[in-house]
């Protein structure tokens, strides 16, 4: 099993920044990436930025040059890096793990956090 627990959200204002943390426990070497989903109300869960255990990253279109995703192996912590935020940002930021690839599946999800951003 492996247990994500993520920090960071929160309330900020259109063209602003936030980074977001996921810490990783447990059985992390059977994980081959890792990832941010996103759901707002109402919209499907997408998945936001990912990055495989080799340092290789994938995003979003929607957040490509905005989002950084990085990972601290002797921290087991992943972050995502969000500049530039706007208000369609807004949703349930989730921290994933796969065992496979970064395409998923993604079976070990954290609780979430919130980021909201306002005009």
């Known amino acids: 099993q492996v247990q994500l627990v993520e920090s960071g959200g929160g309330l900020v204002q259109a063209g602003g920044s936030l980074r977001l943390s996921c810490a990783a426990s447990g059985s992390i070497f059977s994980i081959n990436a890792m990832g941010w989903y996103r759901q707002a109300p109402g919209k499907q869960r997408e998945l936001v930025a990912a990055i495989t255990s080799g340092g290789s990253t994938n995003y979003a279109d929607s957040v490509k040059v905005r989002f950084t995703i990085s990972g601290d192996n002797a921290k087991n912590t992943v972050y995502l890096q969000m500049n530039s935020l706007k208000p369609e940002d807004t949703a349930v930021y989730y921290c994933?793990?796969?065992?496979?690839?970064?395409?998923?599946?993604?079976?070990?999800w954290g609780q979430g956090t919130q980021v909201t951003v306002s005009s």
């Open positions: 994933t793990a796969a065992r496979t690839s970064w395409v998923g599946p993604y079976e070990y």
